[in-house]
C-alpha cells in the first residue's frame, strides 16, 4: 500500500460535550439521547420525554459533574481518545491513516470521513471503541458511518471492525494496566462494573425471542441465540479478565452503571451492588470498567468520586478506580494488531476468488 493511498482507520467514540456548562451539556444530550437506536422509544414519546423531563434539569447536574473531571485540553474521553488515535497512527506507520471522529458531537463523523478522503483513503476500517457490541453503540456508530458514507458521489469501500469484548490482545492489555495497581492495592474484592442497558434492548437482540434474560444462565456461554447480546459479551469479558489476571472465584463479581429513567435495566446495579459488598463485609474494593476503553466521566465521576464516597459511608475502607486503556502502550499494540489482522483477513478473502478460479479453471493444452 503506497503512502499516496493509506489505509484509513476510523476510530469511533461516543462523543462529549464540548465545555462543562449546561449549553453545551444540553447541544450533546439532545443529539445523543435524540437518537432512537439509544432511546428506543417512538418519536413523539421520546421527543416529549427529552424536551419536557429530561434537558430541562439534566444538563446542570451533568454540566457540574464534568466539571468535576474536565481536563486543560477538554474532557478525558477526547484528551485519551486522541492520544490513542496518535499513537496508533505512529505504531502502524506508512501506509495508514488514523482519524477519530464522535458519534455525537465533535469532532463528528462526517470531519472524520471528509479528513481520510483528503488523506486519499478509499478503504476504510470502521473500528467503533466499545469493546462489547449493543445497537446503541457499536451498531448507531456503524449505521451513521454508512450513512454519511453513501451520501457520497464517490463511495468509499468500508469494512466494519466488530466488537472486541474477548479479543487476546484488549484481555492482555487490561492485565497491563491493571496488575500492578492491584498488587499495590491488595483489594479484598474486585468489580467489574459496565455501562448498563435496558432490558428491552437486550431482548431486542436476541433471534429467537426466547433466549435472552429468560433463563439464569443465558448468558453464561455466547451461541447462536445470545451471539449480539451485550450482557452476554460483558460475562465473557469478566471471564477473560479473571483468567488472565488470576482473580479467584468468589473475589470478583460484575455489576452495570449509568442507567436512565425507571424502565428495568440489566443487574446488578452498580451503585445498589456497592451496599451489598459493604454490607457483606468487604473493605477495599477495586473497580475496573471493561466497557470503556478510555477513562470519562462514566469512570472518573460515577465510579471514582461518587462511587468512592458511597462505599466509605457505607462502611468500606477504599474504593479504588483502576485506571482504563486509554493509550496505553500495550493496548496501542492490541488495537494495532486488530487493524493488521483485519488486513490479512481481507487481502486473504479478496485472494480467495481468484485461487478458487484458478483450481477449476481447464487446462489449455
Not at 227 to 232: E, G, Q, T
Request: contains cysteine; proline residues 8%.
Amino acid at each position: 500500500m503506497s503512502r499516496a493511498q493509506p489505509l484509513g482507520v476510523l476510530l469511533i467514540q461516543l462523543g462529549t460535550p464540548e465545555a462543562p456548562e449546561p449549553g453545551p451539556v444540553r447541544r450533546f444530550l439532545r443529539e445523543f439521547l435524540g437518537d432512537p437506536r439509544v432511546l428506543d422509544i417512538p418519536a413523539l414519546p421520546r421527543r416529549l420525554l427529552l424536551e419536557l423531563a429530561i434537558l430541562p434539569r439534566r444538563p446542570r447536574a451533568s454540566a457540574a459533574a464534568y466539571r468535576k473531571v474536565w481536563m486543560p485540553l477538554g474532557s478525558p474521553l477526547l484528551v485519551h481518545s486522541r492520544s490513542l488515535a496518535g499513537a496508533l497512527g505512529r505504531e502502524l506507520g506508512a501506509g495508514f491513516a488514523v482519524v477519530l471522529g464522535m458519534r455525537y458531537g465533535k469532532p463528528s463523523l462526517a470531519s472524520a470521513l471528509a479528513e481520510l478522503r483528503r488523506a486519499g483513503a478509499e478503504r476504510i476500517l470502521v473500528l467503533p471503541l466499545f469493546p462489547q457490541y449493543a445497537a446503541s453503540s457499536t451498531g448507531t456508530a456503524f449505521a451513521r458511518t454508512l450513512e454519511l458514507a453513501a451520501a457520497e458521489w464517490d463511495v468509499a469501500a468500508l469494512e466494519l471492525v466488530p466488537a472486541f469484548h474477548a479479543e487476546p490482545g484488549f484481555l492482555a492489555a487490561w492485565a497491563a494496566v491493571a496488575r500492578e495497581p492491584l498488587a499495590a492495592f491488595r483489594p479484598d474484592h474486585v468489580l467489574l462494573s459496565y455501562h448498563g442497558l435496558p432490558e428491552r434492548q437486550i431482548r431486542k437482540s436476541d433471534p429467537t425471542g426466547h433466549w435472552c434474560l429468560e433463563r439464569p444462565d443465558c448468558c453464561d456461554a455466547l451461541g447462536a441465540a445470545n451471539r449480539r447480546c451485550y450482557r452476554a459479551q460483558c460475562v465473557a469479558t469478566s471471564q477473560g479478565l479473571a483468567e488472565v489476571l488470576g482473580l479467584e472465584a468468589g473475589r470478583w463479581s460484575m455489576s452495570f452503571q449509568s442507567r436512565l429513567g425507571r424502565t428495568p435495566w440489566i443487574r446488578p446495579y452498580t451503585d445498589e451492588y456497592l451496599d451489598v459488598l459493604a454490607a457483606a463485609g468487604h473493605k477495599r474494593l477495586a473497580v475496573l470498567c471493561p466497557a470503556f476503553v478510555a477513562d470519562c466521566l462514566e469512570t472518573l465521576e460515577e465510579i471514582a468520586i461518587r462511587g468512592r464516597e458511597q462505599w466509605r459511608a457505607r462502611g468500606g475502607d477504599e474504593l479504588l478506580l483502576v485506571p482504563s486503556l486509554n493509550a496505553h502502550p500495550a493496548w496501542v499494540a492490541a488495537l494495532a494488531g486488530i487493524v493488521r489482522a483485519r488486513v490479512v483477513h481481507s487481502s486473504s478473502a479478496a485472494r480467495a476468488p481468484e485461487a478458487r478460479a484458478s483450481a477449476t479453471a481447464t487446462p489449455s493444452r
